[in-house]
């Protein structure tokens, strides 16, 4: 006992010692004094030239160092100053072998980094050249590590940290960085940092504040943030509370606006069990405000989450304002004023499955589920919306510049025609090829291009380049659609294919919404299939080859008078002239079908036909889509009385011929006169009439006289013969002239 006694006298007369001394020395040795020395050892051992241009000093309780107007030059120019650091210790927690830091201050940070325009940063130019942290001679055999070391070390490592800290400030701290490749700068500066009562496992208070600016674009933010920060002994666990975020920015990125956003919540982390959390994060961006609550588990490939995001109800208008952005301009003013967004976020590890998915635009909501493969990027959606007018969200229609008498000002005789852009590529195959898609959306009511589509189903895939549209059915006007096609962008030439089968759509009030055209009634009924190749509008125009099947029942032509072109070419066939009333401005037909061969920029059509009263529609001739033009020939072969009008009586001599009819022009004319009676093709149905009149003449001439004879054979016949006699040689002669 007495031994261990001595010893411990030994040791606390060993550390009062060396208190001590160090107490002596600190009060005789005064470190100014030294400057020379420090200065000329940090230019022996690096690049650099040290200037201590202020006092050094140090105390003893607490233990601490003191350094005033430090600068570092790196190629006579600044690299480094420091106004001030401040470093104290306690003596007595370096005797417990328990350190705390009673205050650390470093004031008037002021650092310069440069890089060249080859991308070399002036920091790597500090140590001399060829003097990098020494390498052990190839040849030469690592030592192996004592067992001691090793042993003491696993000690060390199982035991926690004691460290505490006071007091950190840190102020008027700046760091400038210009690329001179770029010629981007940017500086971060007003860096203020506190921190108090530091201890490992306990939360203490922490305050940053800094501004940050860029010159290109010209940017810049000055932020702060506030929160309580713990950590504990053995670092594998950090928590951030209270968190009071504040940032505000402006500059180009924003219209020269400044815009603020905040940051609210708490957040975990703990390395050793690979979790993090977020509790109630909330961030705000002018009026957008975003919040969520999410767990992870896994920091590797494939982590597992839960939890849930949610955007509240905003205008994406007014946010577009606030941020300085060019606003969005819509048919519809009412427009984009209320969007939202929430979800549950959970799915197995590697997998992010949202559910419950809720979106809100304006007055339409989609409602559904999706999820994201982190390994292959797989995108899975399905979402069932309300009624959507898409129309309202297409940018205005552009009014035309008007003359003072109204109408609309023609462009300037000297306007130069504009010069064709060259094509571009439609798709990008690359990353077609990369996408993993399975996307279901659904519609209760669509209005698109004014057209009013309900139960409207789209289902998408792709995966590896091939991408396909399994499914676009609707009900529309009556009728319903179903539509499929592939995109296979596996080569670099993509070769698509599309088929559709329409059923029964009234054609109509189809046109009508469509395109304001009331020229057409009925019931369409059409089968599409078509293969095209290429990713360019021209390729794929001239590679279309395919075929469209049509049929409309019980329609009408509403401003084509058939009838009237008809008649007209009767009447001319009589040689009188048709009455100028008792016209209808509609030609009714019963069930007009035919068929659309597709080659290239070219329909061709042989086989158009349509029963119409009194007459049978035919026709073919082709539609070119290059020039949006129409070439083609119609008929109506009279086969019945047309029309009461006297002029258009079908005699013998019209049955069966063919009026000739005409639909020339551009589909930008009115669809109302692009057909009309053809007069060059009538020559030919004349020359037809006339045949016909020319028999109908000779049988004429033949009737009369096969009456004539058979007159004068009855006259001899009862001159000559009672009458009994007489009537049965008539009735054998009635037989012989074919009566």
């Known amino acids: 006992m007495k031994a261990v006694r001595y010893l411990v006298i030994a040791m606390v007369a060993v550390i009062v010692l060396t208190a001590v001394a160090i107490a002596i020395a600190v009060a005789v040795i005064d470190p100014n004094n030294y400057k020379p020395q420090i200065e000329k050892a940090v230019e022996d051992a690096t690049n650099l030239d040290l200037l201590l241009e202020g006092d050094i000093g140090w105390s003893f309780i607490p233990l601490g160092l003191e350094l005033n107007n430090v600068e570092a030059m790196l190629d006579d120019e600044r690299f480094v100053k420091l106004d001030q650091l401040v470093a104290q210790v306690s003596v007595l927690s370096l005797i417990r072998m328990s350190p705390q830091v009673n205050t650390f201050v470093l004031d008037g940070l002021d650092a310069r980094l440069v890089m060249d325009k080859d991308g070399n940063g002036n920091w790597t130019r500090i140590m001399p050249e060829g003097e990098s942290t020494p390498v052990a001679d190839s040849g030469a055999q690592p030592a192996e590590p004592a067992p001691q070391e090793t042993e003491a070390t696993g000690d060390s490592a199982s035991t926690p940290l004691n460290f505490n800290v006071e007091n950190i400030q840190i102020s008027n701290a700046q760091v400038h960085f210009d690329d001179l490749a770029t010629g981007q700068s940017v500086v971060l500066e007003g860096v203020t940092l506190n921190a108090s009562d530091i201890t490992l496992g306990q939360t203490f208070p922490f305050e940053l504040a800094f501004r940050v600016a860029t010159s290109q674009p010209q940017f810049a933010v000055d932020g702060s943030l506030r929160a309580g920060v713990m950590v504990n002994e053995a670092l594998n666990q950090f928590a951030v509370s209270d968190i009071n975020g504040r940032f505000d920015m402006s500059g180009e990125p924003f219209g020269g606006k400044s815009v603020l956003a905040q940051i609210s919540g708490s957040a975990t982390a703990d390395t050793e069990n690979e979790s993090a959390s977020l509790e109630d994060l909330t961030v705000n961006l002018a009026d957008l405000t975003l919040t969520t609550n999410l767990n992870v588990n896994g920091f590797g490939d494939a982590p597992q989450l839960s939890g849930n995001l949610r955007v509240d109800a905003f205008s994406l208008k007014k946010l577009l304002a606030a941020l300085g952005q060019t606003p969005i301009e819509t048919s519809d003013p009412e427009v984009l004023q209320t969007i939202a967004f929430a979800t549950a976020i959970s799915g197995p590890a590697g997998k992010v499955a949202l559910d419950n998915v809720n979106i809100q635009l304006d007055d339409t909501t989609f409602t559904g589920n999706g999820s994201y493969t982190l390994a292959n990027g797989a995108v899975a959606l ?149 293969t095209t190749s290429g990713n360019r509008i021209s390729a794929l125009r001239d590679n279309a080859n395919g075929a469209i099947n049509f049929n409309l029942a019980e329609g009408s032509f509403t401003r084509m008078n058939l009838t009237r072109m008809a008649c007209q070419g009767i009447a001319l066939a009589n040689q009188e002239s048709l009455g100028a009333t008792g016209w209808e401005t509609t030609t009714p037909f019963d069930d007009m079908r035919g068929s659309l061969k597709i080659d290239g920029n070219t329909l061709t059509n042989t086989d158009l036909t349509a029963a119409l009263a009194g007459m049978k529609l035919e026709g073919d001739g082709t539609v070119d889509l290059a020039q949006s033009a129409l070439d083609y020939e119609a008929g109506l072969r009279i086969v019945g009385e047309i029309h009461r009008d006297p002029a258009c009586r079908v005699t013998d001599y019209v049955q069966n011929v063919v009026i000739p009819l005409e639909c020339r022009g551009s589909f930008a004319d009115d669809p109302a006169g692009l057909c009309s009676f053809d007069g060059s093709r009538f020559r030919d149905t004349l020359k037809e009439i006339a045949a016909n009149a020319a028999r109908a003449k000779a049988q004429e001439e033949i009737d009369r006289a096969t009456e004539r004879a058979e007159s004068r054979v009855t006259e001899e016949l009862e001159r000559h013969m009672d009458s009994e006699s007489a009537g049965q040689v008539r009735d054998a002669l009635k037989g012989l002239f074919g009566q």
Do not use: H
Request: charged share 15%; hydrophobic share 40%.
């Open 382 to 530: 399905k979402l069932q919306g309300t009624s959507l007018n898409a129309d309202r969200y297409l940018p205005p229609a552009e009014e035309g510049t008007t003359a003072s008498n109204g109408d609309a000002e023609p462009a300037a005789a000297t306007a130069q025609p504009q010069q064709p852009q060259p094509e571009s590529d439609l798709l990008p195959l690359d990353t077609l090829r990369t996408l993993a898609l399975n996307i279901q959306l659904g519609l209760s009511e669509l209005i698109a291009s004014n057209l009013t589509i309900s139960d409207l189903n789209t289902v998408i895939t792709a995966n590896n380049g091939l991408l396909k549209l399994d499914d676009l059915s609707g009900k529309m006007y009556q009728g319903q659609f179903d539509a499929q096609a592939t995109l296979d962008a596996r080569s670099n030439t993509p070769k698509w294919t599309i088929s559709s089968d329409v059923a029964n759509i009234q054609t109509q009030p189809l046109l009508m919404d469509l395109a304001e055209v009331d020229m057409l009634t009925g019931g369409a009924n059409l089968d599409l299939n078509l």
